[in-house]
């Protein structure tokens, strides 16, 4: 499955049906046609590009229904977590899947995700998305509450993307491995400061909280300029570390 861009809009290319997909609208290709990465397509009259899928595409062709959790911010998540390759992560609040597809990406065919939501129709709708670009062997979605014991222990990262993430510090301190790192997506400084103050009582240990801010610029000739619209604040996210119970004493 590709991915096909003209300006912002985006749809799909699938070379195994012979179909390309604009929000809906499918579109029989010749086939004995063979269309790869780098290639156009000429669609009434628009010239899409053919892309190689990554994770930040996926908000732009899958059926979301909920806020999003943008690649800057899912990339900083990624980097500070050291999520990676073989890793085991668990998160809560899968809404369109949009982090879910960041997280898949990274630990790759022998790391493994459990995905946690209430809402078994939004699982339902990420899972089919998911689906176009993964196998989803090693994806394990969980319809329920992260507060509720799925008996999960020894990951290495869980991240919480939740309207409460203090509920659920309980349980995170019993799934992450100790050294594991737990990272808070919230929306607001208020949730930001009940989430930190609540972690830390509950035992860990905070390392950061950040908000990142991304500005797109607008290049012409002669005119290159930032651009004057667009989302600005996405959200404050908080990383913590699961504490261990060990305390070595050096002195001079």
Not at 14 to 38: A, C, E, M, P, Y
Not at 44 to 70: C, G, H, T, Y
Not at 143 to 158: F, K, L, S, T, V
């Amino acid at each position: 499955m590709k991915v096909i861009q003209c300006g912002d809009k985006f749809g799909t290319l699938d070379n195994d049906n012979f179909t390309v997909n604009i929000r809906g609208k499918i579109f029989h290709l010749d086939r004995n046609s063979v269309i790869d990465s780098g290639d156009i397509l000429r669609i009434n009259r628009e010239m899409w590009q053919v892309l190689d899928f990554n994770p930040s595409l996926f908000p732009a062709i899958s059926d979301r229904k909920a806020q999003i959790i943008q690649a800057h911010d899912a990339a900083y998540i990624l980097a500070k977590s050291g999520i990676r390759a073989g890793s085991k992560v668990v998160e809560s609040g899968v809404g369109s899947g949009a982090l879910t597809a960041h997280l898949l990406w990274a630990i790759g065919n022998t790391g493994n995700l459990t995905s946690i939501d209430f809402d078994a129709e939004r699982l339902k709708v990420a899972g089919d998305g998911l689906s176009r670009f993964f196998d989803l062997a090693n994806w394990h979605p969980v319809n329920g509450r992260m507060e509720d014991d799925h008996g999960i222990r020894g990951y290495d990262a869980c991240v919480l993307d939740v309207p409460n993430p203090w509920d659920s510090l309980s349980a995170a301190r019993k799934y992450l491995r100790s050294g594991g790192i737990l990272v808070a997506y919230c929306p607001n400084f208020n949730q930001s400061e009940r989430f930190v103050t609540d972690a830390v009582n509950v035992g860990f240990t905070i390392l950061e909280t950040v908000e990142l801010e991304l500005r797109k610029i607008i290049v012409r000739a002669g005119s290159t300029r930032p651009d004057s619209s667009g989302l600005i604040h996405t959200g404050f996210i908080s990383v913590a570390i699961n504490k261990g119970i060990s305390v070595t004493e050096i002195e001079q």
